[in-house]
């Protein structure tokens, strides 16, 4: 699976391909496929995976039809949508700041994010929509504050981190004084959020996702060789005809406003836009960002991790969140201690 190929088309339009990376991407489609096929069938009616697949495609009868399109169709994509979202955020991210603890979650955007779903849960008493809408403005407002906090005749990547874990200090802050100034219920109904959810997700938080994915994906995908030529640093990428600005700007947006609806989605998740891009680095064992391989391990992150939540403690008593926290916190800790072995930290 080593080793590069060149495929050509019959316009005369060439493109590079990376075999091992391409293996990579499609093993991690068919896992998360068929974590997705596996987590629809468990719940206390379980189905199996042959009746979930035959139901998918119009064979089922009427109860499995409700149950699999009503019920666990749309919180299994929610789950695809936010870990794909969340593994493609991070890869951008530590991309662009070139450190593999560049990521939303150390940067301050799910901080932010959140503070906008408190706003209007603890203020305004605000529905599901509202907190949507809070979230995403939070997420947007917090981006924007930490790119012009660290613009100083361009945007360094060692500047962004350490202005974003500032901002996360700050924002944090505020989150916990809402916290406090809340009553009781507002408090419960904020920290279930808070703590990062898929239950109760169903169709109306589908498609926003998918809509901003269907425009974002590509967009990004589309500078994934300018990215790559980036790593070589600033002066070598102006010289070779990279708009540095330009596009570490477009990437920085693009992450933010997926990383930002991700949470609006399933509340802020943790640790699964830190760890998805560097795993997915490990197995392609390739240069550059890895866009879409981490955009695949993501999805299969989280959907795993929903079904370990559910196959351990039973569905819904213990919440996604909380198990990638875990596993995630214990990859955080591994990968510090592996960066200060190295010198880099």
Known sequence: MRGNRVL?????????????????????LLAALTAAVVLI?????????????????????????????????PRVLVGLLVGASLGLGGALFQAVTRNP?????????SQG?????????????????????????????TGAGIYLLSWKRGVHGYRLVLVGIGVSAIVTAVNGYLMTVSDIVDATRALVWMTGSLDGRDWTQVWPL?????????????????????????????????RVERV???????????????TAAAGPVAFVALTAPQLARRLTRSPGPNLLASLCMGATLLVVADWASQKIFGAGQLPVGVVTGVLGGGYLLWLLVTERKAGRI
């Not at 050509?8 to 060439?14: A, C, D, K, N, Y």
């Open 210 to 242: 998918l809509a901003l994915c269907a425009v974002l994906v590509p967009l990004v995908l589309a500078n994934a060789r300018a990215l790559r030529t980036m790593e070589m640093g600033d002066d070598v990428s102006n010289a070779l005809g990279i």
């Open 8 to 28: 050509r088309t019959p316009g005369g339009l060439s493109v590079r391909l990376d075999v091992r990376s391409a293996g990579v991407v499609a093993l991690l």
């Open 248 to 262: 570490r700007a477009l990437v920085l947006v693009a992450a933010v406003l997926l990383t930002a609806s991700a």
């Open 101 to 109: 603890l560049g990521s939303p979650d150390v940067l301050g955007l």
């Open 113 to 141: 994010a959140t503070a906008g779903a408190l706003v209007m849960i603890v203020l305004f008493s605000g529905s599901a929509a509202q907190v949507t809408l809070g979230a995403l403005a939070g997420g947007l407002v």
């Open 41 to 73: 069938g468990t719940g206390d009616f379980a189905i199996p995976a042959a009746d979930v697949v035959r139901t998918l495609f119009g064979g089922g009868n009427a109860g499995q039809e409700f149950i699999v399109d009503e019920l666990r169709l």
